[in-house]
């Protein structure tokens, strides 16, 4: 089983729509949780971070941590086309020293016009 | 701020030589800086560690005679695929931690290596 699971897609879905992305695991040591944007042939764009169960918001970006059920999602509202890219989950445990990410396989998006 | 380069962004070579990729965090001093595999359509694989002056650590599976990292600087590592093969083409990414960062790693956008 891997450490991290994310649904790989391709999802494609409507301009201005609401787009969900999830992920779960298995490590329960994770404590940082993290979504990543990638657009093709590019690094990975960091979106948001969170080290705690809830939400956070950013502009059209909410991420949401369920610890209890080893379960994070990214949600998107009013999505565009500039939002197609694809979207990994990232997670870390807390630790001192160099700091390793756990990736999901990544979600592939496209918002169509 | 927080930039992280790469160079080249893309190579090809032949099968037998070795390719040296450049990982430069442009803006800021990185204690720690991190090389990743992607192969098409898979998630990135971290493949070392490296914190400046001492030797990379490896992850489980990765040859370190093969893929030998040098973090000279607090702005530089570097990545050498010694006796490239074809099964080592992929994108490579490295990411850069600051000194004042710790949650935080920043991405270069990658390098392409092709072996034919």
């Known amino acids: 089983q891997k450490e991290v699971e994310q649904d790989p897609g391709p999802l494609s879905v409507p301009e201005g729509a609401i787009v969900s992305l999830n992920c779960t695991y298995s490590n329960s040591a994770f404590q940082y949780f993290m979504w990543y944007r990638q657009y093709s042939r590019k690094g990975p764009e960091l979106l948001m971070y969170t080290y705690s169960s809830g939400n956070k918001e950013d502009g059209r970006f909410t991420a949401q941590v369920d610890k209890s059920s080893k379960y994070i999602s990214l949600f998107i509202r009013d999505s565009q086309p500039s939002d197609s890219a694809t979207y990994l989950c990232a997670m870390s445990e807390l630790s001192m020293g160099a700091q390793k990410l756990v990736f999901g396989q990544g979600t592939r998006l496209t918002i169509n016009p | 701020g927080a930039v992280v380069s790469q160079h080249p962004s893309r190579v090809i070579c032949k099968s037998g030589t070795s390719v040296k990729i450049e990982c430069r965090s442009l803006d800021f001093q990185a204690t720690t800086m991190f090389w990743y595999r992607q192969f098409p359509k898979q998630s990135l694989m971290l493949m070392a560690t490296s914190n400046e002056g001492s030797k990379a650590t490896y992850e489980q599976g990765v040859e370190k005679d093969k893929f030998l990292i040098n973090h000279a600087s607090l702005t530089l590592s570097t990545l050498t695929v010694t006796s490239a093969h074809p099964e080592d083409s992929s994108f490579y990414i490295c990411?850069?931690?600051?000194?004042?960062?710790?949650?935080?790693?920043?991405f270069g956008p990658g390098t392409r290596l092709t072996v034919l």
């Open positions: 990411s850069a931690r600051s000194l004042a960062g710790y949650n935080e790693q920043f």
